[in-house]
């Protein structure tokens, strides 16, 4: 069983960035690929970032390539996502989730834990 338990959502301004935090529980936190998925009112949640367990391969949709990064510290247990060049259309709840695989995974229905989210909210 893992708990995840993000932070570091906020209100920024259009070309800012964030930095969202995502900490587990459990002592086989290295053996998870991690993701990160985000959820705008009225749509589906979407893929953001995804970083294997030993942080050697990460993956990325072409809408946040280049101005997100993801991350981890396994010895704290937390994986993070850098985000710059913040855009209106990042607005929405982000939520950190681990799949036990090896793959960067980019589909949601893979991944067996989720955390509650954090609002992301980048104002024009």
């Known amino acids: 069983q893992v708990q995840l338990v993000e932070s570091g959502g906020g209100l920024v301004q259009a070309g800012g960035s964030l930095r969202l935090s995502c900490a587990a529980s459990?002592?086989?936190?290295?053996?998870?690929?991690m993701g990160w998925f985000r959820q705008a009112p009225g749509k589906e949640r979407e893929f953001v970032a995804a970083?294997?367990?030993?942080?050697?391969?990460?993956n990325y949709p072409d809408s946040v390539k280049g101005r997100f990064t993801i991350s981890r510290d396994n010895a704290k247990n937390t994986v993070y996502l850098q985000m710059n060049s913040l855009k209106p259309e990042d607005t929405g709840v982000y939520y950190c989730?681990?799949?036990?695989?090896?793959?960067?995974?980019?589909?949601?229905?893979?991944?067996?834990?989720w955390g509650q989210g954090t609002q992301v909210t980048v104002s024009s």
């Open positions: 989730a681990a799949a036990g695989t090896t793959l960067p995974l980019d589909r949601l229905y893979l991944y067996d834990y």
């Open positions: 459990g002592r086989t936190f290295s053996r998870y690929t």
């Open positions: 970083i294997t367990g030993n942080g050697g391969n990460t």
